[in-house]
């Protein structure tokens, strides 16, 4: 099995930062995609940005400049920079991650559990 664990959402003033963190564990051979989405309420869940294994890069236009993923393949842990941030960006963010696992053929797609970014004075 695997598990995506995120950390790092809170209560922010408009212009903020955070930084937040999603840690994979399981039986993992590789992780081709890692990704953050997010969902506000009332809303769908929406796509914020990705990262592949070879370092592609995909960001939604409302977050490009300010946002920025990455990811440490070691570690098998993805990262969402969020600077200046503003009250629209207020939803619940899901790690996202597709794993090729170990005695498993195929890629599997996999959540995390969500964390609550609010932004607001």
């Known amino acids: 099995q695997v598990q995506l664990v995120e950390s790092g959402g809170g209560l922010v003033q408009p212009g903020g930062a955070l930084r937040l963190s999603c840690a994979a564990s399981?039986?993992?051979?590789?992780?081709?995609?890692m990704g953050w989405y997010r969902q506000a309420p009332g809303k769908e869940r929406e796509l914020v940005a990705t990262?592949?294994?070879?370092?592609?890069?995909n960001y939604a236009d409302s977050v490009k400049g300010r946002f920025t993923i990455s990811r440490d393949n070691a570690k098998n842990t993805g990262y969402l920079q969020m600077n200046s941030l503003k009250p629209e960006d207020t939803a619940v963010y899901y790690c996202?991650?597709?794993?090729?696992?170990?005695?498993?053929?195929?890629?599997?797609?996999?959540w995390g559990q969500g964390t609550q970014v609010t932004v607001s004075s």
């Open positions: 990262v592949s294994s070879g370092g592609l890069i």
């Open positions: 996202n991650a597709v794993v090729v696992r170990t005695s498993f053929p195929g890629a599997y797609n996999y």
């Open positions: 399981g039986s993992i051979l590789s992780i081709r995609q």
